[in-house]
Antibody
Framework: QVQLVQSGAEVKKPGSSVKVSCKAS????????ITWVRQAPGQGFEWLGG????????NYAQRFQGRVTITADQSTNTAYMELSSLKSEDTAVYYC?????????????WGQGTLVSVSS | DTQMTQSPSSLSASLGDRVTITCRAS??????LNWYQQKPGEAPKLLIY???SLQSGVPSRFSGSGSGTEFTLSISSLQPEDFATYFC?????????FGQGTKVEIK
């Protein structure tokens, strides 16, 4: 049974950073990617980046390059997403999801989401 | 980036109705198209991957079709638990992008 459990809600000031964790059960870390997606209030989804924990290599959406850092700790089966220089527009629910590459690249298991609120 | 456009943005339907949602890509994405369902306050759920493959455990009333730039998600007979928002997502080229969603409401 695959489960992704994320850390709790965060309230941050503009200009600060936030780090969200995603703990995976099952064999996710050995064979799949972890991706990070966000959903602003009433909006669609936006992909931030992902990592293949087995290799430790991360890739990022260009618009977040330099502001987002995704890491993974294989010893604890936990992935992390850190977003810096926060702005009010970064207020969103942040999700981690398992990425599976087969006939398509899709996200089959999702964390419960972490609300990050940015306000002065 | 590949832009994904869904239509309609919302629809009202009755139990038992057949519902079709369209997703168009700004460039050809072959069959690298996935569909998700999201209910309020919940994480998305994968329904269809690779345009037409049904994810394990998803009822067979859901089906997907299309290739290139135009795709459809169909629900053959709408059930109470199907009232939700549906999103498409392309995985042809990074950054992976999503449609803006189609909200299916009760008529």
């Amino acid at each position: 049974q695959v489960q992704l459990v994320q850390s709790g809600a965060e309230v941050k000031k503009p200009g600060s950073s936030v780090k969200v964790s995603c703990k995976a059960s099952g064999d996710t870390f050995n064979s799949h990617a972890i991706t990070w997606v966000r959903q602003a209030p009433g909006q669609g989804f936006e992909w931030l980046g992902g990592i293949i924990p087995f290799f430790g290599t991360a890739n990022y959406a260009q618009r977040f390059q330099g502001r987002v850092t995704i890491t993974a700790d294989q010893s604890t089966n936990t992935a992390y997403m850190e977003l810096s220089s926060l702005k009010s527009e970064d207020t969103a629910v942040y999700y981690c999801a398992r990425g599976v590459r087969s006939t398509s690249y899709y996200f089959d298991y999702w964390g419960q989401g972490t609300l990050v609120s940015v306000s002065s | 980036d590949t832009q994904m456009t869904q239509s309609p943005s919302s629809l009202s339907a009755s139990l038992g109705d057949r519902v079709t949602i369209t997703c168009r890509a700004s460039q050809s994405i072959s069959s690298y198209l996935n569909w998700y369902q999201q209910k309020p306050g919940e994480a998305p759920k994968l329904l269809i991957y690779a345009a037409s493959s049904l994810q394990s455990g998803v009822p067979s009333r859901f089906s997907g079709s299309g290739s290139g730039t135009e795709f459809t998600l169909s629900i053959s007979s709408l059930q109470p638990e199907d009232f939700a928002t549906y999103f498409c997502q392309q995985s042809s080229s990074a950054p992976w992008t999503f449609g803006q969603g189609t909200k299916v409401e009760i008529k």
